[in-house]
């Protein structure tokens, strides 16, 4: 059995999401909600990429709604498995990271939308039905900037140094900053110490930084910086 994808077929009564978050308690509110909606159900729960796959060889879902801070090969990486085996399937992100920088990489991986965990509840099952219909979901606030990106009239996400990193390598950056070391980080993303020291080291040259104490503590201003601006765009949008 395969997943089914595009929009919810005719006579289908509720559309089958799987639930990927790798913090069990998150899964119960999400799915207590979900489930709690006249046309959508909670047809199976994933903490790691690896049951993501697993689930989808044997089950059929029509959209997939993911965290993107995933143990393993992490949300991006996920987004573009699933891209290539099951092209039609939509995957729907849900995550705490800065937009602006997260949103432009999320749907070029594949992903038909992104919206952040301060989002009203509400605002998740909007989103779903709308991706069930074809169409990209991105806040009001993203939508401008994603078009002129898309439209090559700029040349990253934000303008920020950040933009030069790869997905993993960001990824690397975002575990640093929220206090992981070398070999934590190794474990998280299932990758050897030598390679998460090689992406540092690719951190460090693509940022200019000297040190690897200059790297974490560029980290560790990054990761409060994007929480404090998605506190200041969430205020002046409220």
């Not at 909600?33 to 060889?57: C, H, K, T, Y």
Request: net charge negative.
């Amino acid at each position: 059995m395969k997943p089914t994808s595009g929009a919810l077929k005719i006579g289908s009564l509720q559309t089958r999401i799987l639930l990927v978050d790798d913090h069990p308690f998150t899964r119960i509110g999400m799915k207590h909600f979900i489930d709690n909606q006249p046309d959508m159900v909670v047809s199976g729960e994933a903490a790691e990429p690896r049951e993501v796959m697993a689930f989808l060889e044997n089950n059929e879902v029509d959209m997939v709604l993911s965290d993107l801070n995933l143990p393993g090969k992490g949300g991006l990486e996920l987004i573009k498995d699933i891209r290539a085996l099951y092209p039609e399937l939509p995957v729907l992100v849900v995550s705490m990271h800065d937009e602006p920088q997260f949103a432009p990489r999320v749907l070029r991986a594949g992903a038909r939308g992104y919206l952040m965990k301060s989002e009203k509840i509400e605002m998740v099952a909007e989103a779903i039905r709308d991706v069930m219909k074809g169409r990209i979901v991105v806040s009001e606030r993203m939508s401008s900037l994603i078009l002129e990106i898309f439209a090559g009239k700029q040349s990253s996400e934000s303008g920020l140094p950040e933009a030069r990193l790869s997905d993993r390598e960001l990824e690397v950056l975002v575990l640093l900053g929220s206090a992981h070391g070398t070999r934590s980080i190794a474990q998280r993303l299932c990758i050897s110490m030598k390679t998460v020291e090689a992406h540092r080291a690719n951190i460090k040259q693509k940022l200019g930084l000297a040190s690897s104490q200059e790297l974490v503590r560029y980290a560790v201003c990054w990761v409060e910086d994007s929480g404090n601006r998605t506190h200041a765009l969430e205020a002046a949008t409220a």
